[in-house]
C-alpha cells in the first residue's frame, strides 16, 4: 500500500534556560494511503508537535517530512500555504466555527478559501448531508450541540477534497457515545471520500477504532501496531 505521507528521522528542538529541550527525537512514521491514523500519547508526550509537523503548520529542526511523494523539507512558506490551502484539512479540539455564519455557510466559506470556484453549494450540502446534517444546515452554531458542531467542523475539514485531515485531539470535548459517533463517521469518509485521516488522542477507548496506531512517549515513537 503506498503511503501518503512519512515522517523521517524528525526532531524538533525548543531553546529552554537549561539548553534545549526535544519535543520530538528521531521520529520515523510511515502513513498509508486511504488509512485511519492514530497517534496516541499522554498531554506533553509529542503528538500535537508531531501533527503540526506533518501538516506543514511547523518544520522540524532536522529531519524530512515527504507529503504525497513531495518532500516539504525544502519548500517555501507560499509552497507550505498552497498544499494546506488545496490538500490538507484540519480539525481542532476547539471547532472553530464561524459563529454568524450557518453551518452551510461555514462550509461554503472554506470552499472558497480552498478556492474552490465550482458547485460550491451542492458540494457544501453533501458534505453536511454526509455528517448527518441535512436537516440543521441552516442553523447557527449556537444552536446546535457539541457534536453537531463538531461534525460541521468535519465537513468543513472535507469539503475541498483533501488528501489528508489533520485532527487534534477532535473528541476530547464530547462525551463518550458522541466520540464514538465521531470515529464511526471518520471510517466511513476514509472509505466514501478516499482520504487519510491522521487524528491525535489519549482515549483508550477510541485507538482500536483506527487502522494504525503510533505511540508516542517523551516525543519518542514506541511502537506502531
Same mark, same amino acid.
Given at each position: 500500500m503506498k503511503n501518503v505521507l512519512e515522517a523521517r528521522n524528525i526532531s524538533r528542538v525548543f531553546p529552554v534556560a537549561q539548553g534545549e529541550f526535544y519535543a520530538l527525537k528521531d521520529v520515523n512514521i510511515a502513513v498509508p494511503e486511504g488509512s485511519l491514523a492514530i497517534l496516541k500519547g499522554r498531554s506533553g508526550s509529542g503528538k500535537t508537535t508531531l501533527l503540526n509537523i506533518l501538516g506543514a503548520l511547523d518544520a522540524p529542526t532536522t529531519g524530512?517530512? +515527504?507529503? &504525497?511523494? =513531495? &518532500?516539504? @523539507?525544502?519548500m517555501s512558506e507560499h509552497a507550505k500555504e498552497e498544499l494546506r490551502r488545496q490538500k490538507v484539512g484540519f480539525i481542532f479540539q476547539s471547532v472553530s466555527l464561524i459563529p454568524i455564519m450557518t453551518a452551510y455557510e461555514n462550509v461554503e466559506f472554506a470552499l472558497?478559501? =480552498?478556492?474552490? @470556484?465550482?458547485?460550491?453549494?451542492?458540494r457544501a450540502g453533501h458534505c453536511l448531508e454526509m455528517v448527518g446534517l441535512a436537516e440543521r444546515m441552516h442553523h447557527m452554531p449556537h444552536e446546535m450541540s457539541g457534536g453537531e458542531q463538531q461534525r460541521v467542523a468535519i465537513a468543513r475539514a472535507i469539503a475541498h477534497s483533501p488528501r489528508v485531515v489533520f485532527a487534534d485531539e477532535p473528541t476530547a470535548e464530547l462525551d463518550s457515545a458522541t466520540a464514538v459517533h465521531v470515529m464511526k463517521l471518520f471510517g466511513q469518509l476514509v472509505k466514501s471520500e478516499? +482520504? @487519510? +485521516?491522521?487524528?491525535t488522542t489519549h482515549d483508550r477507548g477510541l485507538m482500536d477504532m483506527g487502522d494504525v496506531l503510533f505511540e508516542l512517549e517523551d516525543g519518542v515513537i514506541l511502537n506502531r501496531s
Open positions: 524530512s517530512v +515527504i507529503f &504525497d511523494g =513531495a &518532500d516539504m @523539507t525544502g472558497r478559501l =480552498a478556492g474552490v @470556484t465550482s458547485d460550491m453549494k451542492s478516499n +482520504i @487519510t +485521516i491522521v487524528m
